[in-house]
């Protein structure tokens, strides 16, 4: 099987694991919870199904009977930690450190190109930008930018568009867009920096409220009580709102300025008691 270090969830490694040994030798979900000391002949299976979680004290007897050891076992109790966190910003501290027990051993983790690019809201709009700017330099690019940065963050996100291949770059430095298309991989690893992009672009959003000119932008809202079987139908009409613009997008031609269009629904409130109904 695949080393643990290609891993970003430890419930498959467990279950890939455990198919491995049943394949070769009849190991039964019995054999593998008394190898890891639990008395509950079924426990790593509900791990696996996520319907139990590993505490710190379960992670090492597992990581011993699985024979993990050294960075093997490091990382593992990384792993672990990542998949069980809520906490996004503890989740971004426990990647970054997987990511480095992984590169000091030439291991790349399996969506890490995704998480690059969905982790600064420069990525996506230089690769949109830069090929319609042929020759620009950096500081030309920052220069056409409508929210502040600077050449040294347009240098390095060219750098990483360039590097997962995002973008690509001819011999007198123009940029096009490679045939790779930009999806969010493994969900693993790539939610937390959506998450982080959502909350980028919703700053700038805010932002253009003072610095973009009202012809220029549309930004609106609605405050409404729903049921739950109408905020069903409303999601479900966002997601054909949405495959409607891209059709749009599909169709044009002649692009003259890159735009960001945010659809947000959430809620304000908690969930409200129910209307009383008297005879």
């Not at 109790?77 to 970054?96: C, D, G, T």
């Not at 973008?167 to 490679?178: N, P, R, T």
Request: one cysteine or more.
């Amino acid at each position: 099987m695949k080393p643990v270090m290609e891993y970003t969830s430890y419930r498959i490694y467990i279950r890939d694991y455990y198919t491995e040994r049943k394949e070769r030798s009849g190991f039964t979900w019995r054999d593998f919870a008394k190898a890891a000391g639990y008395s509950s002949p079924v426990f790593l299976k509900l791990v696996c199904d996520s319907k139990a979680n590993l505490s710190e004290a379960g992670i090492e007897r597992v990581a011993s009977a699985m024979g993990l050891v050294g960075v093997d076992l490091q990382y593992f109790r990384h792993l672990v930690a990542f998949n069980q966190e809520k906490s996004s910003a503890a989740k971004k501290k426990i990647f970054a450190e997987m990511r480095n027990i992984a590169n000091e051993n030439s291991f790349a983790l399996v969506g890490e190109d995704q998480y690059d690019y969905y982790g600064s809201w420069l990525n996506p709009v230089l690769r949109e930008m830069a090929p319609r700017l042929n020759g620009a330099t950096p500081a030309q690019m920052a220069g056409e930018l409508v929210f502040g940065s600077d050449a040294a963050h347009v240098k390095s996100s060219l750098k990483l568009l360039e590097k997962n291949g995002f973008l690509e770059k001819d011999e007198q430095g123009h940029y096009s867009q490679s045939n790779r298309s930009v999806t969010t991989g493994n969900l693993d690893v790539t939610s937390l920096a959506i998450r982080e992009m959502h909350r980028q672009m919703g700053e700038l959003g805010v932002q253009s409220l003072d610095q973009v000119p009202v012809a220029e932008r549309d930004i609106s809202g609605l405050t409404i009580g729903i049921s739950e079987t109408a905020y069903e139908k409303i999601t479900k009409e966002i997601a054909e709102f949405r495959r409607r613009i891209s059709s749009i997008v599909m169709e044009d031609s002649g692009e003259e300025r890159v735009y960001r269009l945010n659809v947000q629904l959430f809620p304000l409130t908690k969930t409200l008691p129910g209307e009383e109904h008297h005879d």
